[in-house]
């Protein structure tokens, strides 16, 4: 059975690489067997038909001169198509067979070319297996020695430890010359903090809630029970950046049977006639919110299957998001419009650090 | 001929070059199947390089807002940024332009791939050990750097996914303690999605990462021609040797065959096989989202963290807001990857093994190793099932929270399960080839003895094919011994319990004494 072999003499039969007197690397736990195997040497070469037979060299031999005219053909084949398949503005067709054709042209280029090498390589060029012996990566002593004999001289050529004066103040320059390239990133946002950027929305009092993408104002007598509206504030598209703001203040209206809503007593106001609406922007990580399930009033959002209930002010009741959807307030104006109260009472979409501060 | 010698001659005297091509002219490379996992790496890297600079010329890395005119119809007229709008003209508009679009994203989706499968190669057959530990984190770096290039470049085009995408980044970034908002912030150049980010991505992804990546990848190479490459055991190839064949002219013939090879491949999946068809998403909005798309598969894992953690993860606490359904996920993907890239470190400080090994071992042969690389393989690829818990729960008819659940729960007990089922099926090959070097394959042949019984005749194995099963690597469980001072440190300890767990079922080769022995029974 194999023993255990201790210290020093363990890093025995052929596991050490050659060692230029460098001391033995310590094998740590290995062990090796007194009577093991020995490395029986490389078996015979066994040769190939391509090497015997000159009937067979020739065949492989006009294989791979084949194979290589059938890479020219491949690469004129390319250019052709694309000539000859020319992207026809508006028809999806010919865009498909320009795609297909080229393609299937630079495959053939490349494909036999490739093929043709590999070929060449097993079954003409010689299949000897060559020995090549390694060497220990650690450089000979030495080398070792040398190299540290640069390091010693330039120390004392230049006194790097000797003058330390010289020596702390290069280290602290070095420290502190890049700080100005860590604050010149500072403009790549504005100048305001984002912290109460991240707080407003485009939604205040009178706002009309309109439908997305179209921007038509909503009556709330069109807003039949179990629907769902993809809503956005009156004006988006005058905004100064529409998709920032969008962002923040996309929104779903739905309607339910008011005996079904669950209201907080504070919040009884804030929807008009079983018509509630909430943020869109998931209070994950910010998906917008996009599933409604009627039956259920349940939200999911596509992206991490966080469900929100809607009956109870779109509470999390499954996934990862913690807090419900903000709610927005909603009245209707004198035209019958739904229009929202106020923003929202608090900050929309994903948590942030600042967010209750 | 004459040309060749005076052309060699010219830039010889020039540069010294033949010194470089007499050393690495035949330099050996030993051949197995496994070892072009990263070739094909590399040569898909080659092919992202060639498409990507084509695609780099019709592209127009802006937000800025225009009304798509080009030939696609169904998206005439609608605002969108002219990264989304070039893309659409590189894809309906310019001849090829499709074409090289889906090579670039097939190869990226293939070069991550094959990245992955390298390491794991890498992995289990410890090829990462003495002296190639360095080189195993520069690998472990060209896979983060690969995983990034992937993303940004699957963000530039500004479409509805990609922008999602970007979304879920943002708010990741806005869940990190105090840093968070204003790294997003400072991200998008003001709020998501702002009007800078696509630009910003750009740089990194034609630049910066490539230029990290490619120097990187240099490195990678350097380091391997300085290590030479590692052979798998077997008659005549040593520790001390590399067996294969030369650089010039059967290695160079068919890796460049190779690299043809890889990159036709690629070109023919491109040519029958639509990816990312961002025409059919539309480009992005915050508003509208689709069930059931998917980010690229590498993204996967992190995106199925995201999805198992449990509800009510995040606190106020003294006024900050704590997101640890953020936080958690991501310390357990970076716990997770800084192991796998300190993984060979681990290993050497537990075996106490300083030699250089040169002879990568089959997995069988490092139970313990190999059970840990099945039960990490295990731990990632529940995460990544977890990204599409949606599309499971759709197509089995099942509850998502069912889903979920069942997946919460496998992260943990899956990979427990593969460790301990992994370990025992590698012990259980191991002792099957000790059987097979010391009394040779069973025949199938069954005799009758004259006494009456039967045996089956067992056939030799030859000594080379012996070789073969008993040359590897043995460790013993290491005993503590107290030190100089005659104690007992807990690095000590730890290092006793984490060698107990490795090595104490261990099957040692088969010697030749047990062959004279025990050759007949
Ligand atoms: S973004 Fe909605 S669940 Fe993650």
């Known amino acids: 059975m194999a023993k255990q072999d201790n210290g020093e003499s363990s890093a025995a039969a052929g596991s050490a690489v050659e060692n230029h007197g460098a001391p033995k690397a310590s094998s740590g736990t290995a062990v090796v067997a007194s009577d093991a195997f020995t490395n029986p040497g490389l078996p015979p070469h066994q040769p190939r038909v391509t090497d015997v037979d000159p009937a067979k060299e020739r065949q492989a031999t006009r294989r791979v001169g084949g194979l290589f005219l059938v890479s020219i053909l491949g690469s004129i084949f390319a250019i052709v198509a694309y000539i000859v398949f020319p992207i026809v503005p508006g028809d999806m067709l010919s865009v498909r067979l320009n795609t297909l054709f080229l393609g299937l042209g630079i495959t053939l280029a490349l494909i036999p070319l490739g093929i043709g090498a590999i070929y060449w390589a097993k079954n003409l060029m010689s299949n000897h297996e060559h020995v090549e012996m390694r060497h220990s990566t650690r450089g000979t002593e030495e080398t070792r020695a040398a190299a540290a004999r640069v390091f010693t001289l330039g120390n004392e050529e230049s006194g790097f430890t000797r003058r330390k004066l010289i020596r702390n103040s290069l280290i602290g320059a070095l420290a502190v010359f890049p700080l100005p390239a860590i604050v010149m990133f500072r403009d790549l946002a504005p100048a305001e903090n984002p912290a109460t950027l991240f707080k407003h929305t485009m939604w205040d009092e009178g706002t009309r809630l309109t439908l997305d993408p179209s921007g038509a104002p909503i009556r709330a007598a069109d807003v039949t029970i179990g629907s769902v509206f993809h809503v956005i504030p009156e004006g988006l598209e005058e905004a100064e950046h529409p998709l920032d703001e969008k962002a923040k203040a996309a929104v779903l209206l739905m309607r339910l049977d008011p005996e079904e809503l669950n209201e907080a007593e504070d919040r009884k106001d804030w929807s008009y006639d079983g018509i509630v609406a909430y943020s869109k922007i998931c209070t994950h990580v910010g998906c917008p919110v996009a599933l409604y399930e009627q039956h259920t009033h349940h939200l999911l959002c596509p992206c991490h299957q966080s469900e929100f209930d809607v009956a109870n002010h779109c509470e999390v009741i499954f996934g990862p998001a913690k807090r419900p959807l903000p709610q927005l307030p909603i009245a209707v104006d004198s035209e019958g419009y739904l229009v929202a109260q106020s923003d929202f009472h608090e900050p929309v979409g994903p948590s942030f650090w600042e967010r209750s501060a | ?521």
């Open chain 2, 1 to 521: 001929m004459r040309f060749t010698n005076a052309a060699a001659s010219y830039i010889d005297e020039r540069t010294s070059i033949s010194g470089a091509v007499r050393e690495l002219g035949r330099k050996i490379f030993p051949d197995h199947w496994s070892f072009m996992l990263g070739e094909v790496a590399l040569y898909s890297f080659v092919v992202i390089l060639i498409s990507g600079t084509f695609l780099t010329f019709f592209f127009d890395p802006s937000m800025s807002h225009v009304h798509y005119e080009g030939s696609y119809a169904p998206l005439r007229g609608i605002e969108m940024s002219a990264a989304m709008a070039s893309t659409l003209d590189i894809s309906f508009d310019i001849r090829g332009g499709l074409l090289m679009r889906q090579v670039h994203h097939w190869a990226a989706l293939l070069f991550v791939a094959s990245i992955g499968l390298h390491m794991l190669r890498v992995f289990f057959t410890g090829a990462f050990r003495k002296p190639r530990e360095i080189n195993w984190v520069i690998g472990f770096v060209l896979f983060i750097l690969a995983m990034a290039e992937g993303f940004t470049g699957y963000s530039l085009p500004d479409d509805l996914l990609s922008g999602n995408g970007l979304r879920i980044i943002d708010g990741m970034l806005k869940g990190f303690p105090i840093v968070g908002t204003w790294i997003s912030y400072l991200l998008f150049g003001g709020e998501f999605p702002g009007l800078v980010v696509i630009p910003r991505l750009f740089v990194l992804h034609i630049m910066l990462l490539p230029a990290i990546l490619i120097a990187a990848l240099g490195l990678h190479l350097l380091l391997m021609v300085i290590n030479k490459h590692t052979q798998f055991a077997g008659p005549g190839r040593t520790n001390e040797n590399v067996v294969g064949v030369p650089v010039m002219p059967v290695f160079a013939a068919k890796a460049g065959g190779f690299f043809f090879v890889v990159f036709g491949v690629l070109v023919l999946i491109a040519s029958f096989f639509q990816i990312n068809p961002i025409w059919n998403y539309g480009p992005y909005d915050p508003s509208p989202v689709s069930a059931g798309t998917q980010p690229d598969w590498y993204i996967g894992f992190a995106d199925g963290a995201l999805r198992l953690v449990p509800p009510g993860w995040e606190f106020v606490l003294w006024g900050w807001t704590f997101s640890f359904n953020i936080l958690v996920p991501v310390a357990i993907l970076g716990l997770f990857i800084v192991i796998v890239a300190i993984y060979p470190f681990i290993e050497a400080w537990v075996t106490g093994d300083k030699r250089e090994h040169h002879i990568a071992e089959r997995p069988r042969n490092a139970p313990t190793r190999t059970a840990i690389g099945a039960a990490g393989v295990t731990f990632y690829a529940v995460l990544w099932a977890a990204a599409s818990s949606d599309l499971m729960a759709t197509h089995f008819r099942l509850s998502i929270e069912g889903v979920i659940h069942t997946l919460q729960a496998l992260l943990f007990l899956g990979p427990l399960i593969a460790f301990l089922v992994t370990k025992r099926v590698c012990l259980a090959l191991q002792k099957k080839d000790r059987e097979i070097a010391l009394h040779g394959y069973e025949s199938g042949r069954i005799v009758r003895l004259p006494g009456g019984e039967y045996v089956e005749v067992h056939q030799p194995v030859s000594e080379y094919e012996r070789w073969r099963l008993v040359s590897y690597e043995d460790y013993a469980p290491l005993m503590i011994r107290p030190n100089d001072q005659g104690r007992i440190t807990l690095g000590m300890r730890m290092r006793a319990a984490l060698s107990r767990w490795f090595f104490e079922d261990r099957i040692s080769p088969a010697t030749k004494g047990e062959l004279e022995q025990g050759g007949h029974h």
